[in-house]
């Protein structure tokens, strides 16, 4: 459902937006060019065309933060929030062409720069997003099947619940090693390790790793309860294995927001020291 919204916001009125979009750029660059040809060096930020352009681009950016405060006031109709987002889209797009434009390509170790840059780092951001909302809903599908996360969960309990009953007639290394299992594996984590999906030193997989470490059984009850706990840690890893690239993801469908909204701020902040320094230094 989720995805043929956000594909719906991508083609929005026949990508009215992306025609929009385009044009501008087609003619900022015509302009460009046609002004660049005329003189002896690249029009720079502080020539008319470059005024023009940055005037153009930060109230792009104002505008295009504003969609935060404009997705929290529901109106349907004319200019709903679907279209919002087209434009959204499209036209932080274009940023790429007219904010570049405007710099005459001029670049250094300095504020201006910085606000270039994190523009740049808003738009990869949201560019990573929709690539996001397009491919990993049928990707969570896909990887889940018919398994639903409780299911997963219940899973995982009930598999726990054997390894604590085959534990029974072990020695005290090899409940030990069961132990490590039952009570240090952790399913998830920060959002960190959801996202990069490293679980190497998961303590289910370390007590895989002992249990074949474990000197020869005593008895021949103690040799089939190890051989079943091996089978059935076993198939914990593979349970926790699907949960965690169900967790991974989840965390891939926010994370882009995380960068997002965060270098959104930093942008207003470096923009406002860069029109202000300019201003200043007139
Ligand atoms: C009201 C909007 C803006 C105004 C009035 C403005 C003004 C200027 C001026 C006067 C310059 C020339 C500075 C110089 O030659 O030393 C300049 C350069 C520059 N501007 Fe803007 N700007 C605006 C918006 C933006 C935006 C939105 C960005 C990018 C996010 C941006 C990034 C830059 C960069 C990277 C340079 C080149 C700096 C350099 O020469 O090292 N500006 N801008
Ligand atoms: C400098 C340019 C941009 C700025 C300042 C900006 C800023 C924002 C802000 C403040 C939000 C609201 C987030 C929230 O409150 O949840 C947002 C949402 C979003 N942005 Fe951007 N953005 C920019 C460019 C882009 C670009 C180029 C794309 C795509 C290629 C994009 C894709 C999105 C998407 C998909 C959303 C979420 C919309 C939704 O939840 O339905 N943004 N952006």
Not at 167 to 182: N, T
């Amino acid at each position: 459902m989720r995805q043929r919204t956000h594909e719906g916001f991508l083609r929005h009125k026949g990508f009215r937006w992306a025609q929009i979009a385009t044009l501008l750029c087609l003619v900022v660059v015509a302009v460009y060019f046609f002004v660049a040809a005329r003189l002896a060096e690249p029009p720079s930020g502080g020539s008319w065309l470059g005024y023009t352009l940055g005037t153009i681009s930060a109230g792009l950016i104002v505008w295009l933060a504003c969609l935060g405060i404009r997705k929290r006031v529901i109106t349907a109709g004319h200019y709903s929030l679907k279209a919002w987002v087209s434009a959204h889209v499209y036209l932080g797009l274009s940023l790429t062409v007219l904010a570049t434009l405007h710099t005459g390509f001029q670049f250094g170790w300095n504020v201006h720069t910085l606000a270039y840059v994190l523009m740049m780092l808003v738009i990869a951001s949201g560019a990573l997003g929709i690539w996001a909302y397009a491919t990993l809903p049928q990707r969570l599908h896909g990887n889940r099947g018919e398994t639903t996360r409780k299911q997963m969960l219940e899973a995982i309990e009930s598999l726990d619940k054997q390894l604590h009953d085959l534990a029974q007639p072990l020695d005290r290394a090899g409940a030990q090693v069961v132990r490590l299992s039952l009570e240090q594996t952790e399913i998830g984590g920060g959002f960190w390790r959801r996202l990069t999906g490293a679980h190497g030193d998961c303590a289910n997989l370390r007590a895989m790793r002992k249990l074949k470490q474990l000197p020869a059984p005593a008895t021949p009850r103690q040799a089939e309860a190890l051989a079943r706990i091996e089978t059935v840690l076993q198939q914990k890893a593979d349970v926790l294995g699907l949960a965690r690239r169900q967790m991974q993801i989840t965390a891939l469908l926010e994370g882009w927001l995380f960068v997002h909204i965060p270098a959104t701020f930093a942008l207003l902040a470096a923009l406002t020291a860069h029109v202000v320094s300019v201003f200043t230094y007139w």
